[in-house]
């Protein structure tokens, strides 16, 4: 068996590197920046570049004043080699299977609430397992998750509300509850749930407005007749939470995007009543259509059944 996997890394190295060196250029948006990541000359991977243009006959990039940019044959060609790539990792995971050696890589986008608890603690139990298996976690917003599945740079997406679903084969919906966060000496902390009404009595930071908690809250406020009308706005939902810490003011985020325990830090949460502020819900799947490997599948599955274990899941 150990023969076998020489044979797949000698495979992959003949058939996938001048591929890899293609996608490489295509994420980076630039030869020079692709080449420092690879660890090669920019000017080594621009022969590359242009032995793979000539061997096509057409122009993969558009050379640009900084930087590159697909053309049109080149964004059917980097399609083309995502595939090939996720294909061939699903492949090696079915051998290593076979000897018994969990090996492959696994690729998430994932809406921000799920990246400073959730998947470290999911990957890190995963790897004690199988540490043969590497990830790359990939934040994504309501949108950008689903197509980060579309062009094959991420084999699952777990996403807060997102916004479409065609190509998105939902494994499993998970509810989440709104809770506002705050400075443990808040006037509102006593309170074991708060309505949306009360809350927005005091000053309020929020996400922006392409994020689901967003978009629930929005929606709740019209409900209302309120406005929200935020003192701070961010992209960064650890920054608005960290915010909650300087002043009296309320924040707002999703269980899982929140710490186990509180112990040491001054910052609480509250559930919003569902009357006000309707549950959202995780999403998490896959490519419609599309075969994961081993090392996915296995790893959506242990997911799955953490959120069971914990969650309101359905």
Known sequence: MQIMHHLTFGLEMKHLLPLKYIDAVADAGSIRQAAERLAITSTALNRRVIAMEEELGVPIF?????????????????????????DFERVKSQIADLSGERRGHVSIACSQALLPYFLPEQI?????????????VLLRDRTAAEQALVDLSADLALVFEPLRMLEFHNLLTVRQQVHAVMNNDHPLAEKKQ????DCLQYPVALPTAHFGVRHLLE??????????????????FEFLNHHALSEKIISFQIPIGLPNTTQGINLINRPIDTRDVALGAIFVGQLRGRNLSVAAARFANQMMETFADRYDCE
């Not at 053309?71 to 060609?77: K, Q």
């Not at 708060?194 to 009404?197: D, E, F, G, S």
């Not at 406020?221 to 009308?229: V, Y």
């Open 124 to 136: 890190s139990s995963y790897r004690k397992e199988h540490s043969a298996v590497t990830f790359s």
């Open 194 to 197: 708060l309505r949306l009404r």
């Open 62 to 86: 558009e050379r640009l004043p900084r930087g590159v940019r697909l053309s049109t044959a080149g964004e059917i060609l980097v399609h083309h080699i995502r595939s090939q790539i996720s």
């Open 219 to 236: 929606i709740a406020a019209r409900k209302i007749s309120a406005n929200l009308q935020p003192v701070v706005e961010s992209d960064s």
